[in-house]
């Protein structure tokens, strides 16, 4: 499995390099890196798992963050704003095929795995809603299909963070103290 001392930090190259597609059928190889970055993502979601392991909460990795700069990426997450639908998807050569105008933004900002600086307070701009067509594996079954779908809010959100990966792209490089849109939520006020 994949611990903290696996993920690439802000300023490792390939995190910076553009990802290839990957070759399909997927081989051994790249389904070994697949399946690990979807335990973590699975496990770093346990409370006992992350003190056990000392593995940071992430609800999505992609393979440039451990080294493997190949365009695939696991999130694993319940939609807090919409019933806790739950995603759980290893995502294989994803496309975006479609973005809305409307943008927002996470209003306490993002995080990220390989990201250890404070970036609090400051936010990175999203389409609220995309279309995507992708391949997911489905390690149950070991199955590779196709997928697409429409996501928005906070999904759309995680789905945009880490395709950004793929293409080389930090949260970091697009982070802004204000913008001209809706936040997702608001904060309650006590
Ligand atoms: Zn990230």
């Not at 081989?27 to 000392?54: A, C, T």
């Not at 694993?76 to 809305?100: G, H, Q």
């Not at 400051?122 to 391949?135: D, G, M, V």
Request: net charge negative; hydrophobic share 30%.
């Amino acid at each position: 499995m994949y611990l903290m001392k696996d993920i690439t930090r802000e300023g490792n190259p390939c995190l910076e390099t553009p990802c290839e597609p990957v070759k399909l059928p997927i081989s051994s190889e790249d389904l070994n890196v697949l399946k690990g970055l979807l335990e973590y993502v699975v496990d770093s979601s346990i409370d006992d798992l992350v003190k056990k392991y000392g593995i940071r909460p992430g609800v999505g990795i992609a393979a440039p963050q451990v080294g493997v700069t190949k365009r695939m990426f696991a999130i694993n997450f319940e939609d807090f704003l919409n019933n806790n639908k739950r995603y759980c998807m290893a995502v294989i050569n994803p496309v975006i095929t479609w973005r809305s105008k409307e943008m927002t933004y996470l209003p306490g900002g993002e995080g990220c795995l390989s990201v250890d600086r404070p970036t609090d307070g400051l936010i990175t701009p999203r389409n609220y809603k995309i279309s995507y067509k992708c391949y997911v594996y489905d390690f149950r079954t070991n199955t590779c299909k196709q997928k697409s779908g429409t996501l928005e809010g906070y999904p759309a959100i995680v789905f945009q963070h880490e395709y950004d990966h793929l293409d080389g792209i930090l949260f970091t490089s697009k982070m802004y103290k204000d913008l001209d849109c809706e936040p997702l939520y608001t904060f309650e006020e006590e």
